[in-house]
């Protein structure tokens, strides 16, 4: 409350509060979206995060233990956590002002080009595919989650799936990364 001069109980999530914080502290003013197309293209890309067991059952093998066995294969278990996802997130290029539809015809060599830190970004609408050689290696963990219904269930659920992805909406820096990772690039829809 000194530092910043806001009151955390005005506040329903710290998410919010931290928001807020960014802005007073970095004194950026944030341009509204005038094109009512251009806001639902953007809500259409959200989709939330995952939270998943990518693995639920496992045995390790631990020297450490009592229970090592030494003529088995040494095993570990690990979990792992990422803090201040939120913050790291904030502390990258956004887009603040000047949205436009582009008439850019983008190839995605151009997308790879791109640095991510330019002044200049796209959100993009694209299809992808997923080769099969890289679906038992992204498995646990596919990229490009979705919102959809689940087999046998009426409510959409974030989903990470190895299917392909059409009209997926994206941040372009995501693009790139799936692309160097192996995802396929059927073809750009809107940007």
């Given at each position: 409350m000194q530092t910043y001069k806001l009151a955390p109980c005005w506040y329903f999530t710290t998410p919010a509060l931290s928001w807020d914080a960014m802005l007073l502290h970095t004194k950026v003013a944030t341009e509204l979206f005038?094109?009512?197309d251009m806001l639902l293209f953007i809500?259409?890309?959200v989709r939330g995060g995952i939270s998943q067991c990518c693995n639920r059952y496992a045995i390790a093998n631990?020297?450490?233990m009592s229970n090592f066995n030494p003529d088995d294969e040494i095993k570990y278990l690990m979990y792992l956590d990422a803090n201040n996802l939120?913050?790291?997130?904030?502390?990258?290029y956004l887009p603040l002002k000047d949205f436009v539809w582009s008439d850019n015809d983008?190839?995605?060599q151009d997308i790879l080009n791109l640095s991510d830190e330019s002044d200049v970004g796209y959100i993009l609408e694209v299809d992808l595919e997923y080769p099969s050689d890289l679906h038992d290696k992204h498995s646990d963990f596919p990229f490009a989650p979705e919102n959809k219904p689940p087999p046998n269930c009426k409510e959409p659920r974030l989903?990470?799936?190895?299917?392909p992805k059409t009209k997926y909406i994206l941040h372009y820096s995501n693009l790139k990364l799936?692309?160097?990772l192996g995802l396929v690039?059927?073809?750009f829809i809107a940007f």
């Amino acid at each position: 409350m000194q530092t910043y001069k806001l009151a955390p109980c005005w506040y329903f999530t710290t998410p919010a509060l931290s928001w807020d914080a960014m802005l007073l502290h970095t004194k950026v003013a944030t341009e509204l979206f005038t094109d009512y197309d251009m806001l639902l293209f953007i809500e259409k890309g959200v989709r939330g995060g995952i939270s998943q067991c990518c693995n639920r059952y496992a045995i390790a093998n631990n020297r450490y233990m009592s229970n090592f066995n030494p003529d088995d294969e040494i095993k570990y278990l690990m979990y792992l956590d990422a803090n201040n996802l939120y913050g790291y997130a904030m502390s990258k290029y956004l887009p603040l002002k000047d949205f436009v539809w582009s008439d850019n015809d983008l190839t995605e060599q151009d997308i790879l080009n791109l640095s991510d830190e330019s002044d200049v970004g796209y959100i993009l609408e694209v299809d992808l595919e997923y080769p099969s050689d890289l679906h038992d290696k992204h498995s646990d963990f596919p990229f490009a989650p979705e919102n959809k219904p689940p087999p046998n269930c009426k409510e959409p659920r974030l989903l990470t799936t190895l299917e392909p992805k059409t009209k997926y909406i994206l941040h372009y820096s995501n693009l790139k990364l799936y692309l160097k990772l192996g995802l396929v690039l059927k073809k750009f829809i809107a940007f």
